[in-house]
């Protein structure tokens, strides 16, 4: 079933002129897709983020997650559909500070319904599958900021959700940080988890698969 | 595919809002700080309120507070009748609340009687004694809530036939070497002989006044042998609660037309002692007590308020993860309800060993109310409820696209 399946979905937000930030934009992603969305700063990526991870609502278009209508959803809809459907990784990695690696992967499952016998156990494996089942007992304060990139991810990919979405991963790594998380990238897109990265970084988006750039919120694909 | 509801465990709440307390232990422990002491007011005020009470209280116990004695003003000759006249007992004791009544003669004359036992009886003791004499009536020792240490006391037929017979206080006993009334002793008072046929025993409560240390007669016996003359006291044990009101009627029942001049002393009502104490020591206090529990609620507040700022990504990350905007409120409240539990148990702690403390350094019997002691806690979890009422709105308010924003 497609992942995501945008039809004429805009965003206009209220200002003096109105700001457009997506206008008229279509996009179908298929299961195991690995998804690069580009384009200068103010273009509209994080608002298409926004709209992907259910965070934010389109004024106009329809929006399908996983074969669902999600624009006539209610909050309590959405908020569930993205707690169980949409794994986030962002820019600012977002670790809660003064807890251990572990808990922090553990929290993604805190507002699902599921036992809490074998929690620590899947946050383990979790971690496990970024490369950092060395790390489950470290204060994320400790970490490289690849490190704490890759626990974010760990997060994210608890619980097998429909969609990885990535709001600039790299945006605060260096080089070579920027390289591994690249790498457990591509590692995820073989193992077939749907990603969708935003970022500016022409070098990071040559990495995945397919790439759309987005400019003064319009959407075009770019065939390679 | 179904659309479910957001959900989120008690446990998975708790431990979230205890791991969030205890990230900043040092702040925490500042923000319940207004909390510990206003609970640590208030159970030390009510804690040593209720133990000065009681130690007042305690004074008059039970038996004490159903004793009422009516004094009767002698007159300067015995001979005459007094204001109140033997018969008129029965009249007393049909009252409702009067357990038992005795009067007594007990005239300024018959205070220094000298006393000694038959000589036959046993001769090594020193048997003569300046001791009080008095009349009594027959219901004394139900009145006094005294036994019979040996013997009887005398009965309606000793009274009205003018027997001469005698019971002795235990005191008295003990001063003139009576052990045993087998063998029918016999004192002497101002040389006039009565056969003892008792001894009484200790005597419990304040209605004593020396009856203990005294020969008692039959008060007919003591008017024709050593005119004793009228009653100059009735003793009355009431019912526990009936001592006022019995302390009001006594004395128009033993006379209904000289009542006036009788003096009534009754125990103060333990009820107003206490409640007055309580006036005395609470009000202050507990306003202060009220007041630091203000300034905590508004600690609380404060600080829960800036924290939900700081942690706006925190926020935003969890609405990610597929926080319900209740789950968020929830959280805030939680953690806020924690501090004030926590500081409700620290200052219920604080108070009741600050109670016992000072209940220790006067020597009290320290008293402290359980409904106090348990409901400090849950007062403390109040203050935190109501705390963290606002700030708990505010966090739930917050877009989720605005918090992430937020770099932390
Ligand atoms: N909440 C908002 N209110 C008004 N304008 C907004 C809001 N969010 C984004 N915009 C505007 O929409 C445009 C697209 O923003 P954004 O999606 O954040 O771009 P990008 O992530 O590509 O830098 C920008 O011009 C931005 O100023
Ligand atoms: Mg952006």
Known sequence: ?224 | MTVGRPSMGVRDLLDEAVAGITARPVRTGLTMLGTVIGITTLVITLGVAATAADQIAGRFDAVTATEVTVVIPTLPDPALPGPVAWTALPDLVRLNGVRAAAAVARPDSSANARVRTNDLHDPTSVTDRILPVVGTTTGLPDVLGASMATGRYFDDGHVARHDRVAVLGGGAAKLLGVVTVDDGPAVFVDGQAFTVIGVLGPVTGGLDKGLSSSVLLPHTTGDDRLRLGPPTTVLIRTDLGAAPLIAEQAPIALSPNGHAALRVLAPPDPATLRGGVQHDVNGLFVVLGLVSLVVGAIGIANVTLVTVVERTGEIGLRRALGAARRHVAYQFLAESVVVGLIGGVLGASTGVVSVVAISISREWTPVLDLPIVAGAPVAGALVGLLAGLYPALRAARMQPVDALRSGT
Request: aromatic letters at 4%.
């Open chain 1, 1 to 224: 079933m497609t992942v995501i399946h945008l039809t004429g979905v805009g965003r206009t937000f209220p200002a003096d002129p109105p700001v457009h930030a997506l206008r008229d934009v279509d996009l179908r992603v298929e299961p195991g897709d690995y998804l690069s969305v580009v384009g200068a700063s103010g273009s509209g990526k994080s608002t298409l983020l926004n709209t992907l991870g259910l965070l934010d609502r389109p004024d106009s278009g329809s929006y399908l997650l996983d074969g669902v209508e999600t624009t006539t959803l209610d909050d309590r809809g959405r908020t569930s559909l993205r707690g169980s459907r949409i794994g986030f990784v962002f820019q600012a990695f977002h670790l809660l500070p003064h807890r251990s690696t572990v808990d922090n992967v553990a929290l993604a499952e805190v507002y699902r319904k599921t036992d809490r016998a074998h929690r620590a156990q899947r946050a383990e494996a979790a971690l496990a599958r970024v490369g950092l089942a060395h790390r489950a007992a470290f204060d994320p304060g400790k970490l490289s900021g690849g490190e704490r990139q890759r626990v974010a991810i760990a997060r994210a990919l608890v619980g097998e959700p429909a969609l990885l979405l990535c709001d600039e991963p790299t945006g605060n790594l260096d080089r070579a940080n920027t390289g591994a998380v690249l790498d457990l990238f591509d590692e995820l897109g073989e193992q077939g988890v749907t990603l969708v990265v935003i970022t500016h970084d022409e070098e990071v988006s040559a990495r995945a698969a397919r790439r759309v750039r987005i400019d003064d919120g319009r959407l075009s694909e770019e065939l390679r």
